[in-house]
């Protein structure tokens, strides 16, 4: 398969020359975005010179605060209709973390600085998480907690080295089964950055795509696999059909590859 090069632009850009504005919500909050005039007329005339390519990347950062706009995002499916009114919510940032997470990012006082977690090599700031206990916690006290608290298993996934991708995974997946919340899953999905040198890139973004699936299921105001499966096909030059195949072929082995995460 012949790989086209694709480059997601970085938060809250405006690229009207593409056709598209582009936000990936970091994975520890979802924020509200506001948009100028003059970003809204880059919109515009960015739709206008797509013409008739209908699946332009489209994402909600400089735009949201407009109904029209979210409207348009709706239409091109990412984002669900039943969260329109939530994104255009003024208290949207913190509501959004409290129905999410498990343990929801807190405002700080204007000017506070990062309360770095200095147990280990996390580079989480304490105070945004509200000094949730449980991110001081050992990790083997954490493991043994992890299996009947939702709160433990996602502090698990935020302080395991990230290269540890599987046991991640699995301690997202499992924050996610407790609590009956998309949170967890939904910032391992936007923490786990594919490697585009490695001879497995397509299939580790097949993976990706699952997991954000996957924690979609649970509810959540974004589709991140809307995005991810149209990246997909621009890279990787696939049709469709060509992505659903590959698709189907991965899952056949997604399992051995990430090991058991039932």
């Known amino acids: ?41 880059q919109l515009d005339s960015a739709s206008r010179d797509a013409g008739a390519v209908s699946d332009e990347l489209i994402e909600p ?19 669900p209709e039943e969260y329109r009114d939530l994104w255009l919510d003024p208290d949207y940032e913190r509501i959004a973390e409290q129905r999410f997470n ?11 600085a990062c309360v770095p977690l200095e147990l280990d090599e996390s580079e989480l700031c304490w105070n945004e998480y509200g000094y949730h206990p449980y991110l001081t916690y050992d990790l083997d006290t954490l493991r043994q907690l992890a299996s009947t608290e939702a709160a433990a298993a996602e502090a698990l996934s935020f302080r395991l080295p990230r290269d540890n991708v599987s046991e991640r995974l699995h301690f997202s997946l ?35 795509y699952a997991i954000a699936l996957a924690g979609e299921a649970l509810g959540y105001p974004y589709r991140l696999s809307r ?36």
């Open 1 to 41: 398969m012949k790989r086209k090069m694709f480059v997601l632009v970085p938060i809250i850009a405006v690229v009207a020359t593409l056709g598209y504005v582009s936000l990936q919500p970091g994975p520890d909050t979802i924020a509200p975005p506001s948009a100028t005039a003059e970003q809204n007329d």
């Open 61 to 79: 950062a400089s735009v949201i605060g407009i109904a029209e706009n979210v409207d348009r995002l709706i239409q091109r499916g990412f984002i």
């Open 102 to 112: 498990v343990i929801p990012k807190v405002a700080t006082e204007d000017g506070e």
């Open 174 to 208: 499992q924050a996610s089964r407790l609590s009956g919340k998309s949170g967890p899953i939904m910032r391992f999905a936007y923490t786990f950055v594919p490697d585009e040198s490695s001879p497995h890139y397509l299939d580790q973004m097949l993976d990706r």
């Open 227 to 262: 995005e991810l499966e149209l990246q997909i096909q621009r890279e990787f030059d696939l049709s469709r059909e060509d992505f659903r195949e590959a698709l189907r072929g991965r899952r056949v082995t997604l399992r051995d590859a990430w090991g058991d995460q039932s």
